[in-house]
């Protein structure tokens, strides 16, 4: 495995495909706190093709992004509302329709900012 410099702003490639096992998946589209009734089109494997899609996507027109402190990145896609979160060797944290879009996105940047993080 190569271990590279996380992108706030390019693309990555995660080595993690997905999240970080099934329970996890699970946990995010039918358990718990549902995301399958933001993507009612989708089906789960769509659902994470679509997170790891998002969250190697380079910021750029309507994607932004940025990365945490602690390598995490954040992409939020301006058009279809999508907020992806994930770890290139953790996987997918999460990706939800986020209620205040953009806003909250922005909020979650000023956040990882203020705590070390880089756009």
């Given at each position: 495995m190569t271990i590279y410099e996380v992108s706030p702003t390019g693309a990555n490639e995660?080595?993690?495909?997905?999240f970080k096992n099934r329970?996890?998946?699970m946990n995010h589209w039918q358990n718990g706190r549902t995301h399958r009734e933001e993507y009612p089109y989708f089906?789960?494997?769509?659902?994470?093709?679509?997170a790891?899609?998002?969250a190697e996507s380079a910021v750029g027109e309507n994607i932004l992004g940025h990365v945490d402190k602690d390598g995490y990145i954040t992409r939020y896609d301006k058009l279809t509302?999508?907020?992806v979160k994930g770890h290139p060797y953790r996987g997918i944290v999460t990706m939800f329709?986020?209620?205040?879009?953009?806003?909250?996105?922005l909020r979650a940047l000023k956040g990882d900012l203020e705590h070390?993080?880089?756009?």
């Open positions: 995660f080595v993690v495909r997905g329970q996890k998946l089906t789960m494997e769509q659902y994470e093709r679509r790891i899609e998002l509302n999508d907020f329709k986020p209620i205040d879009g953009e806003n909250y996105y070390g993080g880089r756009s």
